[in-house]
């Protein structure tokens, strides 16, 4: 500003500006040397800092800058009086370092002091980021952080403040809890090894360092998006692997496998070292475990595999590692998804290729039935089509609800995708299981490029869906008014049939429009009508004219002068459903104060609290409950059977569908199809509402009329990423996936598990107290007819000597964790766990083969968690549950195991293929 200040003309301010580069460099070189000529203790503060800040990978505050100064490398205590006064480091630095007034953030004066810093790096710093990396790490090993946290823990302090606590003693923990391995590997190997095995190989200081970490990063989004981050108090059981790994120090990987440590250590979430290597893309690391002899296909408690994020990620050189030495490129993770199925939706196609050239199947298909060109033509990644169509994918791939790659590709508006599909000969009409075609599903999202596509293309826009909706319903009743016009403009002849059509529910497109409160496309279509049909099909009334113009004084002026307030339109609806449908408070509650029928029935039965609770306005549904008093009905039905929280799911408003609940509506009220609210929600794709009505109470299992569930329904409308939320759906898939092949294969499902597991104390129950176990889950799941005959069955083993059912119910053991996650009386995980109890012996005998069997099958897919036991036939039920679904993996986990429970050495092989097939 100064050089700016001192020039007297325009020529001469640019003149400044285009020098001052070269002035600042002057200027910097000139402060250096007045640093040089300070004190020794002076200088050495002022490099020092230089340094710090110059090659800090974040924001740094003055308090953790202090503290890294203060820090003598290899120390184990703190010194304190070592600390220096922040104006003091400063004034060393002669004004080459600022601190900001509100954050305490330390910075360089200027940006381009940091090239200059850097262009310099040889000479003023030559080992700046070995000296970073074992000063954090004498830091994070410091006995003051130990014996702190320890007092804290004894007086009883939570652990949130536990943490801030740490933090706000020893300040820079933080910063070297998340970034001492980024400095490391810019480190001279040969000078961190001692300080790295230190801390690495000591459990406690780790799990110190991770907690920390989570107090520090949340002032750091920009390292949330590049690293993986665990939530802050569930991230137990890491090892110094784990860590070497997650930032891709290859050669202390190397030194702590020869110290002995588990190449295959879990933590809790089941991830191990290889696991974070392939996350965030560490080759080196990464060749080192396998090397030494990694599990190439460890999963995690969700099911994935080193390869699902090698994919995931694009990181090509670690799937090519992996696929080496051996990782299964068509293995299955959640959905029953293969790498080829990632790959086609992050549209990797490098990724992708090399997948195929390991022989990758292009036909293999997930739970719902897609093949990798329904991802790729979901997401409009061409060249990945044009890939997968070339290696003989077929254009016309159905999944289990009848959706082509075409429907994907019209639903979510990728145009160029579905001119791709049709140059490939796809069945423009073909129409899904609720009888709709592509250009249904493209009308009802907008996309007006891909209609334009397909009616290009001779797509039918009068054929229509099983609820007798043709496209200009779907288009009407989004409010997409130029989709209407455009489909009425497609085909003259055919408009007068367009705007006459009638759904099931006796809707015209006008009257789809009207419902879903877009009077604009509503406006539109009358006219239409009034063209085609005659002048009094699309007339209204003043106080329906005013209503729609949002005018609140002619409103009053028109009911003043006599308007009649409960007068039906030719759509058969009020005033009142229509200031609802607009979501217009004030007009409302003039229409109510006139004595406007709260309990108006249309012609589809729609009452104004319906209408409200479409709108997703918390306040006007409000307003309509405080009419109760005068007759309005939470319960009431339309003709379609649906009440207001079945509107309300369809919303997507949290607050409306909550003020619902809390007033009285039925959760498990059931529509005309058998949909309760939480399929509406579903379907409509509302995660939020979704988990709102299943905190309530809401049944997660119930089906429809035509047995889909609550994840099917969603499915259906294309709202993927909702059927893939594992937090709302794992505890529930096995279930809803097998459910109805349990009892024809019951009974001899326990034959064979007595036969495969002989009848010990020590881990599975007597013969006779086998149909009991199954009993016990069976009313967890509710199934009454296969209650009963296990009653039966349990009678009829204790009259052959075997426990009474008195008996075996009294010792309460091994109830399957699931039953107590489903049982309607259990609300809580923790409750869940109460009902699994031990095997009656905890002894090492048994423990090894059940935590196998748990670890290796149960956990991953989210049945329970990782440290329980289960016993042996309980894992049998559920694989029989799951076996469609991980019926490969479950075989080679059962057929190659190694462990042998002692005791029973005489225990025969497992025929783990047969049992499944049976």
Not at 79 to 84: E, I, S, T, Y
Not at 682 to 695: N, Q, R, T
Request: charged fraction near 25%.
């Amino acid at each position: 500003m100064q050089v700016i200040i001192e020039a007297l003309t325009k020529s001469e301010i640019r003149k400044s500006l285009k020098n001052l580069s070269a002035n600042l460099s002057q200027a910097f070189e000139a402060t250096l040397r007045r640093i040089d000529n300070e004190p020794r203790n002076r200088q050495r503060v002022a490099l020092q800092s230089l340094m710090w800040i110059s090659h800090a990978r974040s924001p740094f505050r003055i308090n953790e800058l202090r503290h890294a100064l203060a820090t003598q490398i290899g120390d184990t205590e703190l010194d304190r009086d070592n600390l220096l006064q922040p104006r003091f480091i400063i004034e060393c630095c002669s004004g080459l370092v600022v601190i900001d007034d509100e954050s305490s953030i330390v910075r360089l004066v200027h940006h381009t002091l940091q090239d200059f810093l850097h262009a310099r790096q040889q000479n003023m710093f030559p080992d700046a980021e070995t000296q970073i990396t074992n000063t954090c790490l004498t830091y994070l090993c410091l006995q003051e952080a130990d014996s702190s946290q320890l007092a804290r823990e004894v007086d009883g302090l939570a652990d949130g403040h536990r943490e801030g606590q740490s933090l706000h003693e020893l300040p820079f923990l933080g910063y070297a809890s998340a970034h001492w391995g980024d400095h490391a590997k810019q480190a001279a190997p040969n000078e961190i090894d001692v300080l790295a095995l230190k801390f690495l190989t000591n459990p406690s200081k780790i799990e110190r360092a991770e907690q920390n970490k989570f107090q520090y990063l949340p002032m750091q989004p920009d390292l949330l998006l590049h690293r993986r981050i665990r939530p802050r108090h569930d991230c137990g059981n890491l090892t110094g692997l784990h860590v070497a790994a997650r930032f891709g120090l290859a050669k202390l990987l190397d030194l702590l496998l020869t110290e002995g440590l588990d190449t295959d250590a879990i933590d809790s979430h089941r991830n191990t070292a290889l696991h974070e290597a392939a996350w965030n893309g560490h080759v080196e690391a990464a060749q080192v475990l396998l090397l030494r002899g990694a599990e190439v296909e460890p999963i995690t408690s969700e099911g994935a595999t080193p390869l699902n994020f090698a994919v995931s990620f694009a990181h090509k050189d670690i799937l090519l590692e992996l696929l080496k030495y051996g990782a299964d490129p068509n293995e299955r993770f959640g959905d029953y998804w293969t790498p080829l199925h990632l790959a086609a939706d992050k549209g990797h196609i490098e990724i992708l290729k090399i997948l195929l050239r390991y022989k990758a199947s292009i036909h293999s298909v997930s739970a719902r039935g897609l093949v990798a060109l329904h991802r790729a033509a979901g997401r409009g990644h061409l060249e990945i089509m044009k890939l997968l169509l070339k290696e003989g994918s077929s254009v016309d791939d159905i999944t289990w609800d009848e959706w082509t790659p075409l429907h994907g590709a019209s639903s979510s508006g990728q145009h160029e995708a579905v001119r791709l599909l049709l140059e490939h000969g796809a069945a423009i009409d073909h129409q899904s299981f609720d009888g709709r075609n592509p250009l249904h599903r493209a009308c009802r999202g907008g996309h007006y490029l891909t209609v334009s596509v397909l009616l290009e293309r001779g797509a039918n826009h009068l054929v229509p869906d099983s609820g007798g909706n043709i496209s200009l319903h779907r288009a009407a009743k989004g409010g997409h008014k130029k989709i209407c016009r455009l489909l009425l403009d497609h085909d003259p002849s055919s408009q007068s049939a367009q705007v006459s059509a009638r759904s099931v529910c006796g809707r015209t497109p006008r009257g789809e429009a009207s419902y879903s409160g877009h009077w604009k496309t509503a406006a539109l279509l009358k006219e239409e009508e009034i063209l085609h049909n005659g002048p009094g099909s699309g007339c209204r009334s003043d106080l329906e004219i005013a209503i729609a113009n949002d005018d609140l004084g002619r409103v009053k002026e028109l009911l003043k002068h006599g308007a009649e307030v409960n007068e039906w339109n030719t759509d058969s609806i009020t005033p009142l459903h229509q200031a609802l449908l607009l979501g217009n408070e004030a007009i409302a509650e003039v229409l109510l104060q006139n004595k406007a029928n709260i309990n108006a029935r249309t012609a589809d039965g729609w009452r104004p609290l319906h209408c409200a609770a479409k709108k997703g306005n918390e306040s006007i549904v409000r307003l309509c409950l405080n009419h109760l008093d005068h007759g309005a009905d939470i319960v009431a039905r339309t003709t379609d059977g649906q009440t207001a929280l079945h509107k309300a799911g369809k919303s997507g408003s949290v607050p409306t569908t909550k003020l619902l609940i809390e007033r009285g509506a039925d959760l498990e009220a059931r529509d005309n199809w058998g949909w309760r609210p939480l399929h509406t929600a579903s379907a409509a794709g509302f995660k939020d509402i979704v988990e709102l009505l299943i905190a309530e109470g809401a049944d997660l299992e119930a089906r429809d009329k035509d047995g889909r569930t609550v994840q099917a329904c969603a499915a259906g409308s294309g709202h993927h990423a909702l059927v893939e939320n594992r937090d709302i759906f794992s505890a529930y898939q096995i279930i809803q996936a097998s459910r109805s092949q349990f009892q024809s294969s019951l009974q001899q499902l326990t034959d064979d598990v007595v036969k495969t597991f002989p009848s010990t104390d020590d881990y599975v129950p007597a013969d006779a107290a086998l149909p009991l176990q199954f009993q016990h889950v069976c009313r967890g799941l509710g199934n009454l007819d296969v209650d009963g005959l296990l009653k039966k069955a349990a009678a009829s083993a204790a009259l052959q000597g075997g426990p009474s059912v008195a008996e075996e119910a009294r010792s309460a053991p091994l109830v399957l964790s699931m039953v107590g996650l489903i049982n309607k009386e259990t609300q809580n995980r923790s409750t869940a766990w109460k009902l699994s109890a031990r095997p009656r012996d905890s002894t090492n005998r048994t423990l090894k083969f059940h935590r196998l069997i748990t670890e290796s099958i149960v956990s991953p897919f989210g049945f329970m968690g990782a440290n329980r036991v289960t016993p042996p036939w309980q894992t049998t039920l559920v694989v029989t549950y799951n076996a469609m679904r991980y019926k490969d993996r479950v075989i080679s986990t059962l057929e190659n195991s190694s462990y042998v429970v002692k005791r029973s050495a005489q225990m025969p092989k497992i025929d783990a293929r047969g049992l499944i097939e049976k």
